[in-house]
Structure formats: C-alpha cells, structure tokens
C-alpha cells in the first residue's frame, strides 16, 4: 500500500510576516533614556580679578553628605529642611563692600557668609555609597535656593518670576522676542550664576 504523503506548510510569507513584526516593534518601542542634572559650568573668570576674592572662605559654602545620609553645612550638622533657607541666606548675604557690594541683595550680611552672589560657591561633597534619593534631595534644595532669588529678583526687574521667563521663550514667536527675553534671562542669570562645585566623591564616615 503506498505511503500517503503528509501535507506542506506554505511558509513563503514567514518572511514578510516576520519583517512587518520587526518594523511593528521597531516604531512602538520607547526607549527610555537617564536624565542626569543639568548643570551649567561657571564662565571663567576675569584673570584681572584677584584670586584669592574667589576662594575666600567665607564664600564657600561647603556642604558635605554622608553615606548614612548626614547633612554636615560648613562642618555643623543641618537637617535638610533647613539647608534651602541656610543656602539664601549664603549666598544673598550681601556682606561684600567696594567693588564687592550687592545693592540687590536682601541677606543679613554677617561676616561670616558670602560677600556677593557672584562670589559664593556651593561647593558639594558627597560618600560613593550615598543613597541617591539623598543626594536628588540636597541637590534639590540648592536648586530650590537659586530659584527663589531668581524669582525674587526677575519680579521685581520684570514683574514676572524667572520661571515664567522661561515659559516666554519658549512661546516666543519671532527671533525678536525671543532675543529680549534671553537678555532678561541672561541679566538674571549673572545675578545669581549658578556656582555649584561637586567634589569628586570621597568615603566620608
């Protein structure tokens, strides 16, 4: 009795069915990225200007957290609710006379603070074992500090806060007004440059 020969699969559209799977996952796979902090590095400095007016310690603002997530400010343990207040404070001292006075400064100008926003440095340490939600933490509150004076300062400049400054170039509809509002951003922004130095991480007990 002869064999019966068992029926083929027609496999000649494996291949295009195949290729359209791959372009179907290729167009609505996302693909998630890490964000970092932005951060804008200082502009280099006048080589007219004294150093050692730059790296005074009293316009250093040295904040140090450890890999138990203790917040030590200038060498005092601070909690960190405190340290957005205890940063304004540093850096809108306005402590500087001469040519290092701030005349829009509101600080307490104590002697042992800041002499001028352009001078104070917030200079961050941080253990190579310190939780990231800490770090995201302090980060945020130095930040917080920087934005409540560039609000403070832009309303009363512009009558807008520096937030909405931003909003408005973005909205900008023409080079014009985009180019006004930047040298609104850029006058705020040397009023209170953002001076944040991270030190390479250390094993801080």
């Known amino acids: 009795m002869a064999r019966r020969s068992s029926p083929e699969i027609n496999a000649g559209s494996m291949a295009d069915i195949a290729f359209l799977l791959l372009i179907f996952f290729l167009v609505t796979t996302t693909i998630e990225s890490d964000k970092g902090i932005t951060r804008k590095l200082p502009p280099i400095e006048d080589e007219s200007e004294p150093a050692e007016s730059i790296h005074k310690e009293r316009n250093v603002f040295e904040v140090v957290l450890s890999r138990g997530g203790e917040l030590l400010v200038k060498d005092k343990p601070m909690d960190i609710e405190d340290l957005r207040e205890a940063a304004i404070d540093f850096i809108d001292n306005g402590g ?20 001028n926003p352009k001078k104070a440095i917030i200079a961050l340490e941080y253990d190579r074992q310190t939780k990231y939600g800490k770090y995201i933490a302090v980060q945020n509150e130095l930040m917080g500090a920087f934005n409540h004076l560039r609000d403070r300062v832009s309303q009363s400049e512009f009558g807008v806060p520096f937030s909405e400054l931003q909003e408005e170039l973005n909205k900008a509809s023409n080079d014009v007004q985009k180019e006004e509002v930047k040298q609104k951003i850029d006058q705020i922004r040397k009023l209170y440059p953002l001076n944040i130095s991270e030190a390479k991480p250390e094993r801080v007990n």
């Open 96 to 115: 500087g006379t001469g040519s290092a006075a701030c005349t829009y400064c509101q600080g307490p100008q104590a002697d042992d603070l800041s002499e």
